[in-house]
């Protein structure tokens, strides 16, 4: 059991190093966060999250979901016309090759 108590507290201590290296603190400042963590739980977990900065999204860990950067991948989907078979791109309301209605609004 004491074991299993040890195992916690140095999960809890990496977990709180990567979060604080995640929202931007410096790499020394997460460890000491860290090792803070796992040896005085009970207070530096609380206060690490009462003081954790939120998510920078200039971070690497946050470039895919800066809305920014996203992409418009429709254009280079090809689609085929369920009546003709022919394929056609982008997002037509009818078939360019046999004229046949392919959304109904």
Not at 12 to 27: E, K
Not at 86 to 105: A, V
């Amino acid at each position: 059991m004491p074991y299993l108590s040890l195992i916690l507290l140095i999960t809890a201590g990496l977990y709180t190093a990567w979060d604080s290296y995640r929202r931007g603190r410096s790499i020394f400042t997460s460890i000491l966060w860290g090792v803070g963590v796992s040896v005085l739980f009970f207070v530096f977990f609380p206060l690490h999250l009462i003081t954790r900065p939120r998510f920078n999204t200039g971070t690497r860990w946050n470039k895919r979901y800066n809305k920014d950067n996203t992409i418009d991948v429709t254009d280079e989907i090809s689609i085929a016309c369920s009546h003709c078979g022919q394929y056609f791109s982008g997002n037509p309301t009818t078939c360019p090759h046999c004229g046949t209605i392919l959304k109904e609004d």
